[in-house]
């Protein structure tokens, strides 16, 4: 009987103050597993990457992606698994260890642009990029202009021109 009464007693406080025995991250939200931002960007660190279905081996492949350095947003998160999204849309889950901090992103579709030397409409041609070439994001600001590497060449894009990073983030 004392022990009924002991176990009732328990769950009437852990109702009052919100405990649960549920396994969850701090904040409680189940698609969380870490302190980073949700959704953020990163990029693939590996030149064969299996996108799943679900997040765990057990679930099958929905497609590979074979380009080391391609930006994707991270927009779920599940134990050592992260469900992104690419350019095109497309979702699934892929190991933590298969995606990388540093910052890359794509130019967007269209037509070619213009790589320019200083972050100004007009300035010298630093390069011109075709699109969905992946680049180094290098430095963003308040600007509207970003500071970025591709194939050897460095110099300044429109923030709009380029997936990968959003409206108003700053990268330094």
């Known amino acids: 009987m004392a022990f009924l009464a002991i ?3 328990s769950v009437v406080i852990m109702a009052v103050f919100g405990i649960s025995y549920a396994a ?10 870490t302190a980073f ?3 953020r960007f990163v990029s693939l660190s590996s030149e064969e990457v299996f996108v799943r279905s679900g997040p765990g081996s057990r679930y099958p492949v929905k497609y590979v992606y074979r380009k080391k350095g ?3 947003e991270v927009i779920l998160e599940y134990e050592v698994w992260r469900k992104i999204r690419d350019f095109e849309g497309e979702t699934g889950w ?3 260890s298969l995606i990388s901090g540093k910052r890359t992103g794509m130019v967007k579709d269209g037509k070619n642009i213009t790589l320019f030397q200083k972050p100004k409409e007009g300035s010298r041609k630093a390069a011109v990029l075709e699109p969905r070439v992946i680049i180094g994001l290098d430095k963003c600001g308040d600007s509207g ?4 590497s591709a194939a050897g060449y460095k110099g300044w894009l429109e923030r709009d ?3 990968g990073i ?4 700053k990268i330094e």
């Open 166 to 169: 959003y409206e108003k983030e």
């Open 145 to 148: 202009w970003c500071e970025v």
């Open 7 to 9: 176990l009732a007693l």
């Open 161 to 163: 021109q380029i997936w």
């Open 24 to 33: 969850s991250p701090p904040g409680g939200d189940a698609f969380r597993s």
């Open 37 to 39: 931002p949700l959704p």
């Open 70 to 72: 391609l930006p994707v």
């Open 94 to 96: 892929v190991h933590q």
